[in-house]
């Protein structure tokens, strides 16, 4: 039980130090949580979301899920959205996916992993969709590189179509949703210029997001 020991001790560590840097931090949060962002991102470790964005506890909701999908019948994924958006009233939805994804690789390649091959067949579908543009692309690092970026952006039009952000929108809440790519060699976010922050927004974001996207080389590294 040793390495369960050593989570504990760093625990007790942490508190400590939060204590003593601010002595009213755990009072103040454990009264109300105010985030002002969603976080929709891969359960990949090296992938989380507080310590990328540089924010504390408090400060982003988070759902995360292999391949970050969002899916339209999953019950789990719109609970956190609708949450999110009629409770706490977040200002900024960020689907974050991420380059290397092992989800996405599996999808691309076939490769058979077990029951979440089912639930990757939704990446499979986004394949499919882009299948054209996907087969122009030369190198199969690239290719697996532009299928997570397509990812994102289709899951910023998934989360847009929701009736939750429909809702919303057309009660005059401003909440907005972002698709961005995260870069594990570099610790960098890439911004996709999937943008959406209201109804009429999202075919422009998309087309747009799909025209500035290269067919070759990298994205601006
Ligand atoms: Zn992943």
Same mark, same amino acid.
Do not use: F, I, T, Y
């Given at each position: 039980m040793s390495e369960l020991d050593d989570l504990l001790r760093n625990n007790r560590e942490w508190a400590d130090r939060i204590k003593q840097e601010d002595p009213g931090f755990f009072e103040r949060l454990s009264k109300q949580q105010s985030p002002r962002y969603l976080w929709i991102g891969?359960?990949?470790?090296? @992938?989380?979301a507080n310590q990328i964005l540089g924010l504390d506890p408090g400060e982003v909701f988070v759902h995360r899920n292999v391949a970050n999908l969002v899916v339209h019948s999953d019950l789990n994924c719109l609970s956190t959205i609708q949450f999110a958006v009629d409770?706490?009233? @977040?200002e900024h939805i960020l689907i974050v996916g991420h380059y290397g994804c092992g989800g996405i690789q599996a999808s691309m390649t076939g490769r058979r992993v077990g029951l979440v091959d089912n639930w990757l067949r939704h990446v499979g579908d986004v394949f499919g969709k882009h299948a054209e543009r996907l087969h122009k692309v030369g190198t199969e690092a690239l290719r697996l590189a532009r299928l997570c970026e397509l990812n994102v952006i289709e899951q910023v039009a998934n989360v847009c179509h929701t009736t939750v952000i429909q809702d919303a929108w057309s009660r005059g809440q401003a909440v907005s949703v972002h698709g961005w790519c995260y870069s594990l060699s570099d610790g960098r976010v890439r911004e996709?210029?999937?943008?959406?922050?209201?109804?009429?927004?999202l075919q422009p974001a998309y087309d747009r997001a799909l025209a500035s996207m290269p067919v070759s080389g990298k994205r601006d590294e």
């Open positions: 891969c359960s990949d470790s090296r @992938v989380p409770v706490l009233k @977040v996709l210029g999937m943008d959406v922050a209201a109804p009429e927004d």
